[in-house]
């Protein structure tokens, strides 16, 4: 491929997923609106909603990045004027968490409310049982080893804890397929070349979502982890699943 991210070892996907992040950081909200229409905005809406914080609920976003998922969560908090909640906003990539800080300044948000941590998903420098939820949007199929990424995420959670993920995974329809290859393999990078200069991170992001696991196995290894999931119903779709910590 342009990129050759196909043939990267694992050893490797690391400094590249870094060198990635530190270019597109400045142009990623644009990016995010453009390329997907700014449909990316009711994704995250609807994962918050999904979410539904209460009082008391101390969530870690994990590769939050700008801070899309945790500034929902403080508008969440504010709209259902809840107590004592509080976000941790964890990303390995200063310059994205630069851009994030900036932009909660601009939103005034309460800085007693966010707080912001440089970290690898994959060895969480947290301790055990903090958190009653972790959220992790577009990220994990960045980092190079999901089950270390999942156990971490099991460690961190209070007993009863949700995990939440939000990512891009395979297309069911044919007819669909064939349009979502056009896009992304055409239009994404020629997208990201004009709008960020950078046709290489945009070539990347999109390679990414191809290797990462179909739905079904993403399951089970969130399942190995320790997941339970909260689904009560047996036809549960596996595109749409709440997991929990298990007590012990
Ligand atoms: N969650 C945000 C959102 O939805 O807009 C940002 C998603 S962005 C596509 C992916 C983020 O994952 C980047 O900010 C990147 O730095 C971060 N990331 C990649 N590998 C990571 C790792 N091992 N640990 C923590 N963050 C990581």
């Not at 700008?66 to 259902?80: A, C, P, Q």
């Not at 200063?94 to 966010?114: E, F, T």
């Not at 891009?168 to 064939?178: A, G, R």
Request: aromatic content about 14%; proline content about 3%; some cysteine.
């Amino acid at each position: 491929t342009h990129f050759g991210f196909q043939t990267v070892k694992a050893s490797e996907k690391h400094k590249k997923v870094y060198e990635v992040f530190e270019n597109v950081a400045n142009k990623y909200d644009l990016m995010n609106d453009a390329m997907s229409m700014g449909i990316h905005r009711f994704w995250k809406d609807y994962f918050m909603l999904s979410l539904s914080p209460t009082d008391n609920t101390k969530l870690l976003d994990v590769a939050g990045g700008t801070g899309d998922i945790s500034f929902r969560f403080l508008n969440y908090v504010k709209n259902e004027n809840l107590k004592n909640c509080h976000v941790t906003v964890l990303d390995i990539n200063p310059h994205m968490l630069d851009v994030g800080q900036q932009r909660s300044k601009a939103l005034k948000h309460d800085p007693n409310m966010i707080a912001w941590k440089e970290g690898n998903a994959e060895q969480l420098d947290l301790e055990d049982d903090s958190f009653d939820a972790y959220t992790i949007a577009f990220g994990i199929r960045n980092c190079t080893y999901i089950d270390k990424v999942l156990s971490e995420a099991y460690r961190v959670l209070k007993p009863g804890g949700r995990f939440m993920c939000m990512e891009f995974s395979h297309v069911h329809y044919p007819y669909f397929q064939w349009l979502y290859d056009k896009y992304s393999f055409q239009v994404v990078p020629v997208m990201g070349q004009i709008l960020a200069g950078d046709w290489n991170s945009y070539q990347y992001l999109v390679e990414s979502i191809r290797q990462f696991p179909t739905q079904e196995n993403f399951k089970l290894m969130i399942e190995e982890a320790g997941f339970r999931s909260n689904n009560p119903f047996e036809e549960e779709d596996v595109d749409d699943e709440t997991f929990l910590r298990n007590s012990r």
